[in-house]
């Protein structure tokens, strides 16, 4: 990283920092080696570790891949009987595999925060309305972010008493974002038409206020929440939220509400979190948690793009 | 096209592509008349060859791709939307070798594993994984039907729409991968911020 690049992602850094420090989420930095039997306590699903080594003692190391992980590691044992809720941020590098050949960078920066015992619906509007002033703050012009709950889709195939079998293939055609095969694997569960037809039509709802008010059953519950937190925010993170049932984030502890930063300057989402309230149980302190972070080279991208429209 | 940008395939697709675009009341006129132009912007239409789709779709620099599943199937860790089976341009992934008798059982009884010649490394390597068999993947680029004749590997996998060119080269399909179509993808985050026009454009094509 050269200087040009690095005065800018300083100067992007440091303006979230500043929303995120004037909010009252004080700094903490962990270290980018952590014990594998540590970090496999939670549930990564898809971004596990993808780098190991060895100490002199024969354990096994993994650079972070995130630093969620390490905060629930750090409240569980460094604040085991502080009273929540408790506001942590950082800025920080993570690392993550690639695909090769494609130019990815294994080392990324984040900026992010965890809000440590404050529930839903109030903890997660608290983050979503610093998500937003972070991003208007970095100077973001056309971002939204989409609200989504992680939950929703499990709760669906449980209403139905969709098979464990069919359930996990129904689920990876989701997660792959396969439209035509999520259709093949419905059709092959043997529900009834109405059933089936929901299991298809709610991934790909996504929009105004209007998707809120679409259903009622097991998906109800969900958009309940939804509504709650969209009540609770204020109107300039109000008009920035657009509603998706279809979100799904690739990280396993996600249990409630889940975002994402879209900006159209930028194909893949600049940031996103979600709330985990069974991750810190894990390490031993059970409160409910919700955070985000941002990908601060990716905001950078978006931010060049927007200035060429 | 709804204020969208849509990447096309040349080649085998191409036709139905653009009997799909007028369906939609896109002006295809310019698209069949100039075949080296590749840029259509008041069409909103971007013209590729069929394995470059998913990469202009994963980086949002088109909206929307219409590809064949044999692509999104060599290119799995694409992150694009798979949104519609558009139908056309049906195709077969096979496993094929000299008529006669099977050399892929042969090389796998005697040598433990079989040479296999192919423009998709991935599927193949995928297919004789799933199947449990070892396999050498031997990636070409131009005619795969010359390898097995040539003795430069026991079998192929290709793409077979009649069938016909196998038979001129006197190679039999053995074995049936998967059949392939054409599908409309999209960009995850066109898929948020653009939700009506995609959703108008499938529902649409989908109506056919």
Not at chain 2, 152 to 173: F, K, P, R
Request: aromatic share 6%.
């Amino acid at each position: 990283m050269l200087p040009d690049e690095m005065r800018e992602l300083r100067a992007i850094s440091e303006r979230v920092r500043a929303v995120l420090d004037e909010a009252g989420y004080g700094e903490v930095y962990t270290p980018a080696l952590e014990y594998e039997s540590e970090i496999e306590r939670a549930d990564l699903a898809g971004a596990r570790p993808a780098y190991r080594l060895f100490d002199e003692h024969g354990n096994v190391l993994v650079l972070r891949s995130d630093m969620t992980v390490p905060i629930a590691r750090v409240v569980a044992t460094r604040y085991a009987h502080s009273e929540p809720p408790m506001r942590f941020s950082y800025l920080a590098h993570a690392y993550r595999g690639v695909r090769p050949q494609r130019g990815q960078a294994r080392e990324f920066l984040q900026a992010g925060i965890e809000l440590i015992g404050s529930p839903a619906p109030e903890g997660t509007a608290e983050a979503l309305g610093i998500l937003c002033r972070a991003l208007d703050a970095a100077g973001l012009r056309d971002y939204r972010v989409g609200l989504g709950d992680a939950s929703l889709y499990g709760r669906l195939l449980d209403a139905f008493a969709v098979a464990a079998e069919a359930r996990e293939r129904i689920l990876h055609e989701l997660v792959t974002r396969d439209f035509v095969g999520l259709e093949r694997e419905v059709a092959a569960a043997g529900l009834g038409d109405e059933e089936a037809a929901l299991l298809l039509r709610v991934p790909q709802m996504r929009g105004g206020t209007d998707v809120l008010e679409a259903s009622d059953g097991p998906v109800a519950d969900a958009l309940a929440g939804m509504r709650a937190v969209r009540e609770l925010l204020d109107p300039a993170a109000s008009e920035r939220v657009i509603f998706d049932l279809g979100l799904v984030r690739d990280l396993g502890y996600y249990t409630g509400a889940v975002f994402e930063v879209y900006d159209p300057a930028l194909g893949v989402p600049v940031g996103g979190g979600g709330r985990y309230d069974e991750l810190l149980g894990r390490f031993g302190r059970p409160l409910p948690a919700v955070g985000f972070a941002l990908d601060v080279e990716r905001l950078h991208i978006a931010l060049t793009g927007e200035e060429r429209t | 096209m709804n204020g969208l940008t849509i990447a096309v395939p040349r080649g085998a697709l191409f036709d139905g592509t653009l009997d799909a675009l007028d369906r939609l009341g896109v002006d295809t006129s310019e698209l069949r008349r100039n075949d080296r132009r590749l840029l259509f912007e008041e069409a909103g239409v971007i013209a590729m060859r069929p394995s470059d789709v998913p990469t202009y779709v994963e980086a949002g620099a088109a909206d929307l791709g219409i590809t064949g599943k044999d692509v999104l199937m060599e290119q799995r860790e694409r992150h694009v939307y798979e949104l519609l089976d558009l139908s056309y341009g049906r195709c077969r992934m096979v496993l094929a070798t000299r008529a006669g008798d099977d050399q892929t059982a042969e090389a796998l009884r005697r040598l433990g594993v079989v040479r296999v010649a192919t423009k998709y490394p991935r599927i193949a390597a995928r297919w004789f994984e799933e199947t449990g068999r070892q396999a050498e993947i031997v990636e070409v680029n131009g005619s795969v039907e010359l390898a097995p004749l040539t003795g430069l590997v026991e079998a192929i996998v290709d793409l077979t729409a009649t069938g016909t060119t196998l038979e001129e080269n006197g190679l039999v399909v053995r074995e049936e991968i998967a059949t392939c179509t054409a599908r409309l993808i999209a960009n995850p985050v066109a898929h948020k911020l653009k939700a009506a026009a995609i959703d108008d454009v499938k529902e649409r094509l989908r109506a056919g």
